[in-house]
């Protein structure tokens, strides 16, 4: 075997508790605290995973996050789920994982033959080759071939994830050293602190690097130091991932638990955030740098010591910076033979023992197929080697820095991007502050809290940053492998810059580096320093690419809410329901309201029913529940400002105790809504919204409050659903309403149309507004929504000797559409502006400033051929015209649509058919007949004012 389980040691593992899982078909033996990628270590598995282009065999490089090779699909005694990295997937009882992009297998996939023809499919080639004779022959194919793992068609899910809220005063992310401290330091200061970090267990590179604090050794410190947190309140988050920054420094974490739950979404508001984010080890360039065998030395290390796995018996340790050398004596230690090859020339440390140190030399080669059989030298000498344990320096963690817009600087020291200019709220410590021995990282914690206590002290080995940078470097021989998964190599590189894509975005979209699942965590800077050389800049001239969350994939299932199914639109119920229903209604949903279409007994004819409601209305007068008409309150002493902001008429004007209609309008100027706004006092409003739109037209109240007036000036409140209003209208609604003794001046000189009073019922206080929908006198009363069905009971008796009739909303649509009252939505559409439903005053008027005024004069807004509401007659006798009937033109002998018919009923108080249509000039061709098209049948109609009844409008005051 080259690589094999230890017999002692592995601070990870349980030795006592033996698991058994497969790969690829193969069962593979492990332990408790094993990740699948030690186990498979453990086992010899060197070939993990297939490269996605050419295919060609990969090993693992890496112990976490950064893993670019070991992407496995599991299932089995776990969830199923594709493109895990075993690097941070546990391995546990009955797992099966299967490696992706490989048919049948990693071992021996069948496509490993499309490497033979690499020379013929570098970077961009598919841009190139398959635009003839036409994409779309070759699509099929190439998208069989692309992506990584495979869904599993049977998969159910688990439930719904969690999603937490979390405030507190100090978010720190990562639990390495520097993350522990400065964690330790804010709870010591008295803030509330979440620590949070993506290992299971803390203690970052305290768990395999050596380590002394306080006289501790380091896994005794960060235990206590954990222990301490937790005991003080603060929350310790293991398994979970920092995976976004966003607006107002909105933190996301994605929570693993490795049980049957998925994973939880923590969306945490801290006051101030510290990043720990650590560092990223990244390779060296060589040829064939990426066989199975060659891999980080820092995982090396983390395998030796966390889960006692040796991974080779000759290594070749190959570094040009100082932290391989820890990795070479430990593996020294473990009776591995070790040859250390060291860049620099001088001014490194001393070999190991046990270790045998080439300086000066680098490797520019490596030798074998199916796994690292050895490395050639730039000397030409030749080492064998059954592992290649690569240390190209160290690449800070500054993604969510840069996510929450914080600037780079270049830092030739550490020959890396650290951190510039400070972002408000952030600091960051540790290793991506540009810290490299522990009291460095205990220093940098202190400063990133501003703590004043006694920091903790490194008491044992020390570690040291020399470096000299080994970048790719231009006309290198040799495939040399930038980036891992996604196979770019040196010479894709160079291709961008000959063909001109020098940008460090173009670079990426054209060779795609740094697209993969990994994001270019060790690949990305190798790929812009080589870009550096190629076109003679430097690398910070360079730049580089725009850092966007997730730091690491996160499930979808993690984002989605629990708007699923019956909650995606939750139907929303009359406080009346059951009242309606022993009254023989039968309900439809409009507008996201369950409400009662029409009454009548189990099978009567509906469409009968309806007519005889809306004619008995007009005779006599109908009750109706209008609860789900909006009730926003709008409160403040700049109430009148505001609201006068937010409607396209003015509002200010009205007096207390009286109502206005009103339209409200998008930015765009398209009307929003339409309603009543009514007057209480001189700094209190209520704003009568559609019943579809009161959830959307409260939002848009709350938003432009935000944006405009503070808490102190306008104050929103949603009463809609504290309220039930109940409604008559017709020539008989003032003596129903006298009869319900409510204590109110009914009198047309106190109570005149528009205007509302405010009245009491059994004790209750009770809101009487003179508005109508029918174009019938009408009275709405609004009362505390449980106490409603008393008084529904009591308009219901007092309506039995008017022959009273209770309506539903099929007839109430009847009898708007009989004054050419609109619905918005159904009347209208994402174009209609005021002046197309003939309210142009406000528009010509008007001079300060509301939502939407500038739209209303742009030229899409003044020009001909507008679509206009109208009222549309048909001949006596002929059927309704159907909704949606298209007016057409004919012109050239073409048919265009001139607009079409938005409601259209039979009228049985006029005896004839009505229709309210939107047609292009509508209101100035009022008598001009058009022809209307329907699923192929022609009708005619003549162009007639959108109002059919009553137009003197005297049944208002009947």
């Not at 509330?192 to 380590?211: A, E, F, M, T, Y």
């Not at 410190?221 to 293991?238: D, F, I, P, Y």
């Not at 430097?538 to 984002?559: C, I, K």
């Not at 047309?748 to 809101?767: C, N, S, T």
Request: with cysteine.
């Amino acid at each position: 075997m080259v690589t094999s389980r230890l017999s002692s040691g592995g601070s990870a593992i349980d030795r006592s508790r033996p698991i058994s899982f497969s790969f690829d078909g193969r069962t593979v033996q492990g332990f408790e605290g094993d990740t699948i990628a030690s186990a498979l270590l453990a086992a010899d598995v060197a070939v993990v995973g297939r490269s996605f282009k050419y295919h060609r065999p990969r090993g693992i490089w890496g112990a976490g996050v950064e893993e670019p090779n070991a992407l496995v699909d599991v299932s089995g005694s776990v969830l199923a789920t594709p493109n895990t990295r075993a690097t941070t997937e546990p391995a546990r009882e009955g797992l099966a994982a299967r490696s992706v992009n490989a048919t049948p297998d990693a071992a021996s996939d069948r496509n490993a033959f499309i490497d033979r023809f690499s020379r013929f499919i570098p970077a961009a080639f598919y841009y190139k080759t398959f635009m003839w004779p036409d994409w779309h022959l070759f699509e099929p194919r190439i998208r069989a071939m692309a992506g990584l793992g495979a869904v599993d068609a049977d998969w159910t899910t688990p439930g719904a994830a969690d999603q937490i809220n979390r405030h507190c005063d100090v978010l720190v992310v990562g639990a390495g050293p520097a993350g522990l401290a400065a964690a330790r330091h804010a709870a010591q200061a008295g803030k509330k602190v979440i620590l949070v970090d993506d290992q299971i267990n803390p203690g970052g590179s305290l768990q395999h690097r050596n380590s002394e604090i306080d006289g501790k050794p380091a896994a005794e410190w960060s235990a206590a130091t954990v222990a301490e947190l937790r005991a003080g309140g603060h929350l310790v988050l293991g398994s979970t991932t920092a995976f976004g920054i966003y607006d107002h420094h909105l933190v996301s974490l994605n929570q693993r638990h490795f049980d049957s739950r998925p994973d939880t979404l923590w969306r945490v508001r801290p006051r101030r955030i510290v990043l720990a984010t650590g560092a990223i080890e990244r390779p060296l360039p060589f040829a064939n740098n990426d066989l199975p065998g060659i891999m980080s030395a820092d995982a090396a290390l983390s395998y030796l010591r966390r889960h006692a796995v040796l991974t080779g018996r000759r290594i070749v340790v190959a570094t040009n910076n100082d932290s391989a050398y820890e990795v070479a004596a430990a593996l020294a230690a473990a009776d591995a033979e070790i040859t250390l090859v060291d860049i620099r020339k001088d001014g490194q440390p001393a070999a190991p023992a046990g270790v045998k140190l080439l300086s000066g030399r680098s490797v520019v080669a490596a030798r074998g197929r199916m796994r690292v059989e050895g490395v050639l030298l730039d000397d030409g000498t030749m080492l064998v080697a059954d592992c290649v344990a690569i240390s190209g320096g160290w690449t800070p963690s500054v993604h969510l820095f840069c996510q929450a817009r914080g600037k780079l600087a270049w830092h030739e020291a550490r020959a890396a991007f650290l951190p510039g200019d400070p972002v408000d709220g952030i600091a960051v410590a540790g290793a991506l502050a540009g810290a490299v021995s522990l009291s460095e990282v205990f220093e940098s914690a202190a400063k990133a809290v501003g703590a004043d206590q006694a920091a903790p002290r490194s008491t044992g080995h020390e570690a040291t940053g020399g470096i000299q940078p080994a970048w790719p470097m231009p006309g290198q021989k040799g495939r040399i492998w930038i980036d891992y998964q996604n196979d770019v190599t040196a010479k894709d590189v160079e291709l961008a810059a000959r063909e001109n894509f020098i940008s460090v975005e173009h670079l990426k979209r054209y060779t795609t580096l740094g697209m993969a699942t990994d994001q270019g965590k060790t690949s990305n800077l190798a790929g812009l320093a080589l870009m550096a050389g190629i076109t003679g800049r430097s690398v910070p001239e360079v730049g580089t690419t725009t850092y966007r969350p997730p730091f690491t994939p996160v499930p979808l299932a993690s984002f989605a809410g629990l708007t699923g199914g019956e909650l995606m639109s939750p139907v929303r119920r009359l406080p009346l329901e059951n009242i309606h229903r022993s009254m023989g209604a039968t309900f439809q949903e409009y507008g996201g309201w369950l409400r009662p279409a029409h009454y009548g007994a189990k099978g009567v004819d509906a469409g009968q029913a309806i007519q005889d409601e809306a004619l008995r209305a007009r005779k006599s007068v109908a009750l109706f529940d209008g609860s789900t008409l909006g009730k926003i309150e709008v409160i403040g002493p700049q109430a009148a400002e505001f609201v006068d902001f937010i409607y396209y008429n003015t509002m200010s004007t009205l007096k207390p105790g009286r109502c206005r209609y009103g339209f409200m309008l998008s930015e765009n100027g398209v009307v929003f809504d339409d309603g009543i706004l009514v007057r209480l006092d001189e700094h209190r409003f209520i704003v009568s919204c559609s019943s579809s739109h009161v959830a959307s037209v409260h939002a848009r109240l709350e938003e432009w409050r935000q944006d405009r007036f503070g808490r102190d000036a306008v104050y929103v409140h949603n009463a809609t659903s504290d309220w039930a209003t109940l409604t008559a209208s017709g020539p008989q609604a003032k003596t129903l309403v006298a009869a319900l003794d409510l204590g109110v001046d009914l009198d047309d000189a106190a109570l005149p149309h528009m205007a509302i009073a405010e009245g009491r019922f059994e004790g209750e206080i009770v809101r009487v507004a003179r508005v109508s929908f029918t174009g019938d006198r009408s009275y709405e009363i609004s009362i505390r929504a449980d106490r409603s069905e008393a008084l529904w009971t009591r308009m219901q008796q007092a309506g039995k000797p008017l022959d009273a009739v209770t309506i539903g909303l099929e007839a109430l649509m009847i009898l708007r559409a009989e004054k050419g009252y609109i619905v918005i939505g159904k009347d209208t559409d994402g174009t209609t502006m005021p002046h197309d439903l003939g309210v142009d005053g406000p528009r010509q008027k008007r001079r300060n400033e509301f939502v939407g005024r500038r739209s209303l004069f742009t030229e899409v807004a003044t020009q001909g051929r507008r679509q206009q509401l109208v009222g549309l007659a048909v001949a006596e006798g002929e059927q309704p015209l159907p909704t949606g009937a298209h007016g057409i033109v004919r012109e050239g002998g073409k048919v265009r649509s001139q607009g079409f018919v938005t409601s259209s009923y039979f009228s049985p108080t006029l005896g004839h058919a009505i229709a309210l249509a939107l047609i292009e000039d509508g209101s100035a061709r009022h008598g001009e007949v058009i022809e209307l098209q329907h699923l192929g049948v022609l009708r005619r109609a003549t162009i007639a004012a959108p109002c059919a009844f009553d137009l003197s409008g005297d049944r208002l005051n009947a």
